[in-house]
């Protein structure tokens, strides 16, 4: 009888024991699952947190100085020659990509001598039809037809081997030729005709010619104003 006791008393013992040792399996396993799971909802959270940072500056980034300067010294030709560009390209057959570096010229150099842009885009299609390489019997170059050897004087440093074939550099002394004409013959007319190489025709056919090209352009400008 005792005997049975004790065996039972060590098999609840041993029951015991089981079930502790159970328990603290469960427990370590259940450690390590909550472990695992918060290891990685730190990693999601941090990449979480990380990606705005990567956009926000992406997003944020300014335009470079040198973007802005570059849109800053961009030129931009008047509507008023806007207007005009595609009438000269048709009549002269010159594509207008051509064109614009001329317009452009034209206008600035214009602009620092007092000069309407049209009358000098009407002097263009005269003397050169627009040509940059166009070269007169009596030696004339370039868009606006100077003889090199009267106007070296006016041509402006840095101008390089030829300048009279370089579009703006012709501009800007051609155009700097037809102001002193016109400041010492007095008018306009009679400073085109010293320009025209014709200065007693009494019949002003050069100026009468050019003036005829300008109102053209006129009718032009206003066409497209419309």
Excluded: C
Excluded at 35 to 61: C, M, R, Y
Excluded at 78 to 94: I, N
Excluded at 132 to 137: G, H, I, K, N, Q
Aim: hydrophobic share 40%; no cysteine.
């Amino acid at each position: 009888m005792s005997a049975t006791i004790a065996l039972k008393g060590i098999t609840a013992r041993r029951v015991d024991e089981s079930l502790s040792l159970l328990q603290h399996s469960l427990m370590i396993v259940g450690l390590m699952l909550l472990l695992g799971s918060f290891k990685h909802w730190i990693e999601g959270n941090a990449t979480d947190n990380a990606q705005p940072l990567v956009t926000s500056e992406t997003a944020a980034t300014p335009e470079t100085p040198s973007d802005e300067a570059g849109a800053a010294t961009q030129p931009v030709l008047s509507a008023r020659l806007h207007r005009v560009l595609d009438s000269v390209s048709r009549r002269y057959r010159v594509a207008p990509e051509a064109l614009v570096p001329v317009f452009e010229a034209a206008q600035r150099v214009g602009g620092e001598r007092r000069v309407d842009p049209l009358l000098i885009i009407a002097i263009i299609g005269i003397e050169s039809r627009f040509n940059p390489f166009a070269e007169s019997p009596v030696g004339a170059k370039g868009l606006m037809q100077v003889i090199p050897g009267y106007h070296l004087d006016k041509v402006p440093a840095g101008a390089g081997e030829t300048p009279f074939l370089d579009p703006a550099t012709n501009i800007q002394v051609g155009v700097h030729v037809l102001e002193e004409a016109i400041r010492w013959r007095g008018s306009l007319t009679a400073g085109l005709q010293h320009y025209g190489g014709a200065p007693d025709d009494p019949e002003t056919g050069y100026a009468n010619k050019v003036m005829a090209e300008k109102e053209r352009l006129e009718q032009a400008a206003r066409r497209g104003r419309a």
